[in-house]
C-alpha cells in the first residue's frame, strides 16, 4: 500500500490562451500549482502552427519550481525542418525556442521526486494528426502508467484510437496500473470510445469541466484501471481556472 494517496490531474489548457484571449501561461502554472497534482497530463500544450513550440516555455516551467516535463524524445513535424540546410538551424538562425512539451499538443508533467522510467510517444489513426504519450512513473516506490490522451472530433476515430491505446497498453513488457487522462472529446459517458474500456477500466467521477465559464460537458475524463482505488474525484474550480483556458482542470486521488 502506498504511505499516501496520490493525485493526478488532467487539463486541456488551450495553448495557454484564457477566456480573455489572452496568452498567459503563468496563469496555467498558478492554477496546477493550486491543484498541487503528482502527474499532470496537459492537452494543447504545444502550439499549432510556426514552430511548434510550447506554450508554456521550459524556463517558466523550470523557475516555477513545482513541475517538470516529462521528456519524450520526439518532435512535432514543422514545416521549416524540411527545408535544406535550414531545418537543423530554426532555432539558432531565428533566434528563437521551437522546442515543444509534448507531442500533438499532449505532454505530462511530474513534480521533482517522479522518476521516470520510460516513455513512448503514440501515433494515433486518424485522418489529421493526433498522437497520445504514455509515461511509467515510480511514485513513492509504486510503478504507475500514464497516458495523455486528446481523441478526435469524429466518433469512429475516438473509438479506434482509444483501441489503439488499449492496445499499446496491453502490449507493453512492464505490467503495472494505468491511468488514461485528458480530452476525450465525448459527451456521453456509457457509449461512444469509453465502450472500448470493457470493463477493465472505470471513470473518476470528476464532473463536467467545459466550458469553463459554464461547465455542463464532462469532456475531460480520468479512466482508472480497476488495480487502483478511486478515493475521491472532482473538477477544480477557482476564480483563475476560469479564465485559466475554457477547459476547467480535473483531478483524482488514487491509492492502490
Known amino acids: 500500500m502506498l504511505s499516501h494517496p496520490i493525485t493526478v490531474a488532467s487539463y486541456n489548457m488551450r495553448k495557454a490562451i484564457g477566456t480573455d484571449r489572452r496568452r498567459n501561461p503563468q496563469r496555467v502554472l498558478d492554477v496546477l500549482r493550486e491543484i498541487d497534482a503528482d502527474v499532470v497530463a496537459l492537452q494543447e500544450a504545444d502550439r499549432r502552427v510556426g514552430g511548434r513550440s510550447s506554450a508554456v516555455p521550459h524556463e517558466l516551467i523550470d523557475a516555477h519550481g513545482h513541475y517538470k516535463a516529462v521528456p519524450l524524445g520526439v518532435k512535432n513535424r514543422r514545416v521549416l525542418d524540411r527545408l535544406p540546410r535550414i531545418g537543423a538551424r530554426v532555432d539558432e538562425l531565428f533566434n528563437t525556442d521551437t522546442r515543444n512539451i509534448g507531442w500533438h499538443g499532449n505532454a505530462l508533467l511530474v513534480k521533482h521526486d517522479v522518476e521516470v522510467m520510460d516513455v513512448a510517444a503514440l501515433e494515433l489513426p486518424t485522418l489529421e494528426p493526433r498522437g497520445a504519450v504514455l509515461a511509467e512513473l515510480l511514485i513513492a516506490d509504486k510503478p504507475l502508467r500514464v497516458v495523455g490522451l486528446h481523441l478526435d472530433l469524429s466518433g469512429l476515430w475516438r473509438r479506434r484510437q482509444m483501441r489503439a491505446i488499449l492496445d499499446e497498453i496491453a502490449g507493453r513488457p512492464n505490467q503495472m496500473p494505468s491511468v488514461l487522462m485528458g480530452d476525450t472529446n465525448e459527451w456521453r459517458s456509457a457509449a461512444g470510445c469509453l465502450t472500448e474500456l470493457d470493463g ?23 479512466i482508472v484501471d480497476n488495480q487502483l482505488r478511486i478515493e475521491a474525484a472532482g473538477v477544480h474550480h477557482s476564480s483563475s481556472a476560469r479564465v485559466a483556458s475554457d477547459h476547467l482542470p480535473i483531478w483524482a486521488r488514487l491509492s492502490f
Open 200 to 222: 477493465n477500466y472505470r471513470l473518476a467521477p470528476t464532473g463536467p469541466s467545459f466550458h469553463s465559464r459554464r461547465p455542463v460537458a464532462a469532456l475531460d475524463r480520468i
